[in-house]
């Protein structure tokens, strides 16, 4: 067969599946321009920032962009990862590729990397490397327990943009949402018993602390509302407590307009006066930390909590590349290769 082909037709490699992680992004530094350049990517996105472009865009570039990325880049110093020179989300990021490597490590045919929705490693670059490595077959798994538009879905889209333009395009799956599969529920559940008993006190309550989205997603249908309450009775269920043990809030809101409810922040202040002092809180929508859990909720949440006159908060962390947290992502990937492999 290969004494037909071109003296000068490219090198074949051999076929293998390729595993994308995909998370949301983080920007490259702290400084005013690296911030800006990954703000104006991520509020550009017309997945998560759903005005008419003619009403956003001057606000976006007027406003925003000229304002925020001071701000968000002082959020990001305090938790920025010096040591190892890099945002905690990208930093840990690659540790869960390292361990699922480490998985196949008996089946060469397997390759896994990660990519950000924004900033880098792009999602594009990502697919070109893999399809270049010889992968005819590329599982995403984007690294959202619970759907939404906001976060699943443009982290497809940003895939697929990359795939229109391939010659010759692989043959793609997109992982589901895994709010209820088990080994979620499973995980989560165990994470809360193992931060707990690291505890010197015992919460009066529990708080799963989602990102949150606007009001009108949820009415346009989007499903992200309802995993949500889903996934924290499932775990609550697990742990087998009553439903006034645990509550849902949501996280991260900007702009004007009516977020999910309730929210953390203001959740947090009201409890004291209602006698609830002592308090655990984790957020189980990401599946790493990163600014949204390590600054807003373990730095600003507690700090809203105590002067609000809360006694004891203790944020357990994300799943991370623990080893709960790597059997979620293994559980979903052997899933979903399913008749690949």
Known sequence: ????????????????????????????????????????????????????????????????????????????????????????????????????????????????????????????????????????????????????????????????????????????RTAPAYFENDAYVSALAKSIEQGLANLDFEPDLVITSYHGVPKSYLMKGDPYHCQCYKSTRLVREKLGWPEDKMMVTFQSRFGPEEWLQPYTDKTLEALPEKGIKKIAILTPGFSVDCLETLEEIAMEGKEEFMEAGGEEFAYIPCLNDSELGMDVIEDVVKRELAGWL
């Open 1 to 172: 067969m290969s004494s037909h082909l071109p003296k000068d037709h490219p090198a074949v490699q051999p076929k293998k599946i390729g595993v994308l992680l995909l998370n949301l992004g983080t920007p490259d530094a702290t400084d005013y321009w690296s911030m800006r350049q990954y703000l104006k990517e991520f509020l550009s996105d017309s997945r998560v920032i759903e005005i008419p472009k003619w009403i956003w865009w001057p606000i976006l570039n007027g406003i925003v962009l000229t304002v925020r990325p001071k701000k968000s880049g002082a959020a990001y110093d305090k938790i920025w990862d010096y040591e190892n020179g890099d945002s905690p989300l990208r930093v840990i990021a690659k540790r869960q590729v390292e361990k699922l490597r480490s998985s196949y490590a008996d089946q060469p045919n397997v390759v896994v990397d990660y990519a950000m929705r924004y900033g880098n490693p792009s999602t594009q670059s990502k697919l070109e490397e893999l399809q270049a490595q010889g992968c005819d077959k590329i599982l995403l798994v984007p690294l959202y327990p619970q759907y939404s538009a906001a976060t699943t879905a443009t982290a497809n889209d940003k895939a697929f943009d990359a795939l229109k333009q391939l010659r010759w395009q692989p043959a793609v």
